[in-house]
T-cell receptor, first 113, second 114 residues
Framework: NAGVTQTPKFRILKIGQSMTLQCTQDMNHNYMYWYRQDPGMGLKLIYYSVGAGITDKGEVPNGYNVSRSTTEDFPLRLELAAPSQTSVYFC????????????FGPGTRLTVT | DQQVKQNSPSLSVQEGRISILNCDYTNSMFDYFLWYKKYPAEGPTFLISISSIKDKNEDGRFTVFLNKSAKHLSLHIVPSQPGDSAVYFCAASAGGTNAGKSTFGDGTTLTVKP
């Protein structure tokens, strides 16, 4: 199994550009999450989803959008990139409700200049 | 207000000795606690967890202790190995309908010297 995969690994955006960070899991997990990690900091929850068609905001959702049309995919959209969105983005999934162990992807390093 | 705190940004220990990483939390609703390990340029990986109904959980060289009254948990690694050098994140989760969401600390960078 590939687990959780993320593309791209690296990306440089100009201010105001948009992009989609892709996340796919092949473990048939219902719960999926997007985090960002700033240097020297922990992971902050951006958005999460408890199943296809259901998404909700996390701690730091401003400037981002998500969709969940399938169990496997959970893309994160940045519409108008800002320097404050320079960060490393991690996608994660959880097996089922009340299973708290999360499986993480390798991350996408995004720089906005 | 940060609900999960790891007050030591870094820790350095000698190979073979014990590593103790600490974590404090403020939210009384947290009832499940996890430790993740992260190597550079990789995503975090789950290491060990503990439920609030326990005060200790052991898995090989790794043991997590929970003191609910003090809202404190710690991760012990014995004996420490150079391959344990990584960033360790403490995470906490509340039960019920929280959808498996976890709140993470800022991490402690462990360096194990040969």
């Amino acid at each position: 199994n590939a687990g959780v995969t993320q593309t791209p690994k690296f990306r440089i955006l100009k201010i105001g550009q948009s992009m989609t960070l892709q996340c796919t899991q092949d473990m048939n997990h219902n719960y999926m999450y997007w985090y960002r990690q700033d240097p020297g900091m922990g992971l902050k929850l951006i958005y999460y989803s408890v199943g296809a068609g259901i998404t909700d905001k996390g701690e730091v959702p401003n400037g981002y959008n998500v969709s969940r049309s399938t169990t496997e995919d959970f893309p994160l959209r940045l519409e108008l990139a800002a320097p404050s969105q320079t960060s490393v983005y991690f996608c994660a999934s959880t097996r089922q409700h009340l299973s708290y162990e999360q499986y993480f992807g390798p991350g996408t390093r995004l720089t906005v200049t | 207000d940060q609900q999960v705190k790891q007050n030591s940004p870094s820790l350095s220990v000698q190979e073979g000795r014990i590593s103790i990483l600490n974590c404090d939390y403020t939210n009384s609703m947290f009832d499940y606690f996890l430790w993740y390990k992260k190597y550079p340029a990789e995503g975090p990986t789950f290491l060990i967890s503990i439920s609030s109904i326990k005060d200790k959980n052991e898995d090989g060289r790794f043991t997590v202790f929970l003191n609910k009254s003090a809202k404190h948990l710690s991760l012990h690694i014995v004996p420490s190995q150079p391959g344990d050098s990584a960033v360790y994140f403490c995470a906490a989760s509340a039960g019920g309908t929280n959808a498996g969401k976890s709140t993470f600390g800022d991490g402690t960078t462990l360096t194990v010297k040969p």
